[in-house]
């Protein structure tokens, strides 16, 4: 198994671009989540989805929307990025079923993204 | 705003030391907390995890201790080695779908 993995690694944006990264899972999970990473900061929940075509907004959601066509891909989009979202940003997955609360959370390793 | 935080930024210890990683919060209706580990340009890997109704769990060189009456909670690695070096994270699962608040990590720095 792959676990998560998540594209591409690195990107450089001009302000008012658009661009998606993708995350996908090969373990089946149900939750996935999206967080950013500002430097000497912990992770931030942007969106998180808990199946199929549901999607949700964590605690930092303006400037994103997110898309969970398939079970196994959570897309994260900038529709006109910003430099204030040059971040690192992680997708994690979770297996969670029954609304269990102690499943661990599998991370990606991370997409860097700046904003020019 | 409740928050989980961290008390030092970058901890020092020597190979062979053991090492004490703090982490403070601040709602009292926390009882799921986790220890994740980040090393350079990786994602988060979970080390172990408390619930509210324990007071210390231990795993393969690293003991989590739960102290509910002052709301602090404490990540031990026993003979630290020069793998460990990275960025610890603890992290608060506040229920409903599993999601995550995390503090602002340590770096815990092994020198031989």
């Known amino acids: 198994?792959?676990?998560?993995?998540?594209?591409?690694?690195?990107?450089?944006?001009?302000?008012?671009?658009?661009?998606?990264?993708?995350?996908?899972?090969?373990?089946?999970?149900e939750y996935m989540y999206w967080y950013r990473q500002d430097p000497g900061m912990g992770l931030r929940l942007i969106h998180?989805?808990?199946g199929e075509g549901t999607t949700a907004k964590g605690e930092v959601p303006d400037g994103y929307n997110v898309s969970r066509l398939k079970k196994q891909n959570f897309l994260l989009g900038l529709e006109s990025a910003?430099?204030?979202?040059?971040?690192?940003?992680?997708?994690?997955?979770?297996?969670?079923?029954?609304?269990?609360?102690?499943?661990?959370?599998?991370?990606g390793p991370g997409t860097r993204l700046t904003v020019l | 705003g409740?928050?989980?935080?961290?008390?030092?930024?970058?901890?020092?210890?020597?190979?062979?030391?053991?090492?004490?990683?703090?982490?403070?919060?601040?709602?009292?209706?926390?009882?799921?907390?986790?220890?994740?580990?980040?090393?350079?340009?990786?994602g988060p890997q979970f080390i172990i995890d408390i619930r509210s109704n324990m007071d210390k769990r231990q795993g393969q060189r690293v003991t989590v201790l739960l102290n509910k009456t002052v709301k602090h909670?404490?990540?031990?690695?026993?003979?630290?080695?020069p793998g460990d070096s990275a960025v610890y994270f603890c992290a608060e699962n506040?229920?409903?779908?599993?999601?995550?608040?995390?503090?602002?990590?340590t770096r815990l720095a092994v020198h031989p």
């Open chain 1, 1 to 29: 198994n792959a676990g998560v993995t998540q594209t591409p690694k690195f990107r450089v944006l001009k302000t008012g671009q658009s661009m998606t990264l993708l995350c996908a899972q090969d373990m089946n999970h």
């Open chain 1, 48 to 50: 998180y989805s808990v």
């Open chain 1, 82 to 107: 910003a430099p204030s979202q040059t971040s690192v940003y992680f997708c994690a997955s979770t297996l969670t079923l029954q609304g269990a609360r102690t499943d661990t959370q599998y991370f």
């Open chain 2, 2 to 42: 409740e928050s989980v935080g961290l008390h030092l930024p970058t901890l020092s210890v020597q190979e062979g030391d053991n090492s004490i990683i703090n982490c403070a919060y601040s709602n009292s209706a926390s009882d799921y907390f986790i220890w994740y580990k980040q090393e350079s340009g990786k």
């Open chain 2, 73 to 81: 909670l404490s990540l031990q690695i026993a003979a630290t080695q």
């Open chain 2, 94 to 105: 506040r229920g409903g779908y599993n999601k995550l608040i995390f503090g602002a990590g």
